[in-house]
Structure formats: C-alpha cells, structure tokens
C-alpha cells in the first residue's frame, strides 16, 4: 500500500512521492515484517480475504472476470485472485516499484502455476492512473480492491468518489479502511501528543463518511467486518493471544462491532450509475 498525506510532518513520516501519494520504497522491509509478518496483520488479511470468498459465492455463474488490486502491496490479495478460477484477469497497481519487484518474483517462484503468468499484470502508479489505463483498456473491472490505501492519500475522499463514479453497475468494491475509534476529546488529545510510528496512517475516517459516500455514488453495501475491535494486548501468552483472536472473530461481523475496528472492511456492489 502506497500512497501518502502533503499534511503530515515530514520529521515524523518518512519522504513522500513527487505525486503527493505515499510511497513505501523506503519501507518495504518493514512493511512486510511489521504489517503481513505480524499476528494482527496476519489475522486482517485472513478475514478480509474470507469476506472476499463469501461475496464471490453469490455470483457463481459468474466467470472471466477481471479483477483490480490498487495499492496491492505485496501483493497477497492479487496472487489469490488469480488462483480463483472464474479470475481471467487480474491488474496489480503501486506507486512502489519495491512492492512491484516483489509481487514479480513471487510470480517467478511460483512459475509451476504458469497460469499466474498469464493472469497477473503488474504496474508501477496510483490509483488514478489504474482507473485510466482501464478505462482505456476497454476492460473495466467486475472487481476493485483498495485496502489500506484510503489512509495513506493526499485527497482520499475525492479519490474514493473518483473511482466510484467510475465502476461499472454490478461490480464489487473491497474497501480496507482506517476507521475512527476514539471520539473523546481527552483521546484525542493524547493521540496527537503520542509520537507516530512510520506505519501509522495520515488520516482516519468514520464509518458513517465512508457508508455515506458509497450510498451516494449508488453502492449497496452486501458485508461489513469490524477487525480489531479490542485493543490488542502486544506482551499477552500464547493462550491470552487466541481467547483474543477468537473473540475478536466472532464479534467481527457482527453490529455493532463491525463498524468499531481499527480497520474495517466493507463488501459493496454499485447498484446503479
């Protein structure tokens, strides 16, 4: 994920992309051990790759579809789609040539499944330059995946309405997002005199923003999932570990939960123009 905030304090965050977008050249290391190396990072891609399995098996007549990761990282999200037989296509986007270098060796290890090959295009660019080169591609995609992205944009809201104005009827939004947690202004507060890590985001949004702007753009919203909903306990056992996980998956879905994560994902289908 890759893309970045003009607003944040450059002693506190590292260098940003002439584009304005976050990029993670600089960190691609991290990125892997601290995000997909990490319990929590393991546990969100699981659950969001299962609500991703859920909303395809009600569209099982569906096939050759195309599918489009913007930001995709390193690439976890693209590698599964195109293991998924009603997958013709899949379109990878970062502005992190890093991240895309690592996505094509992935593809060269698993040169056995020479499908992958065929399926995976990979591109250096951000989000707007992905809806443009598939706008002219002549192929729009029956799905856009955008998963810790929004957070790391420069105008997130208007990027996200850009791209929603630009799916077609019927295909299906996968939309990973920094969620709003705390609402007190002694939080707040607190939060703001905390030191950033490299990997905490530049913006947070509210769940009713975000459902807001996709009933707008005609969006119906078919799954929500709540991930990380309790405060994760980082010296925790083993066993405190997964009581943890195990409680967090069985409220994860569920109101009012699933709009209390950290991160929450939304499942959406554009409904109409």
């Known amino acids: 994920m890759s893309l970045t905030n003009e607003n944040a ?11 304005g977008d976050r ?3 600089d960190l691609k290391d991290l990125f892997q051990e601290s995000i997909y190396g990490s319990i929590k990072g393991t546990y969100r891609l699981k659950m969001t790759i299962q609500d991703l399995e859920t909303e395809l098996q009600r569209h099982p007549a569906q096939s050759s579809l195309t599918a489009l990761d913007i930001g995709g990282g390193l690439g976890q999200v693209t590698l599964w789609l195109a293991q998924k037989q009603n997958f013709e ?5 970062d502005i992190s040539n890093e991240m895309k270098e690592h996505v094509d060796e992935e593809i060269r290890k698993r040169g056995e499944q020479h499908e992958l090959r065929t399926k995976i295009t990979t591109n250096v660019g951000g989000l707007r330059e992905a809806i443009a080169d598939r706008s002219q591609s002549g192929t729009p995609p029956d799905l856009v995946c955008l998963h810790a992205v929004l957070e790391w944009l420069t105008n997130p ?10 799916m077609q009827p019927n ?13 007190s202004n002694t939080r707040r507060l607190r939060k703001r005199a905390r030191k950033p890590s490299k990997l905490t ?4 949004f509210h769940h009713s923003e975000i459902e807001a702007k996709l009933n707008q753009c005609g969006f119906e919203i078919t799954s929500r999932t709540g991930l990380r909903v309790k405060k994760f306990q980082r010296n925790g056992s083993e066993d405190e570990l997964k009581v ?3 409680e967090e998956r069985r409220i994860a879905r569920v109101e009012p939960y699933c709009r209390q994560g950290r991160y929450n994902h939304i499942v959406a289908v554009k409904r109409k123009v």
């Open 244 to 246: 943890y996980l195990e």
């Open 89 to 93: 296509q899949v379109v990878y986007y």
């Open 171 to 183: 295909s299906i939004l996968s939309l990973l997002y920094y969620n709003t947690i705390e609402t």
């Open 23 to 25: 990029n993670f050249d």
């Open 157 to 166: 809201m208007e990027d996200l309405d850009y791209l929603l104005n630009s």
């Open 9 to 19: 304090t450059p002693s506190n965050h590292p260098t940003r992309a002439e584009s």
């Open 201 to 204: 985001p530049y913006h947070e």
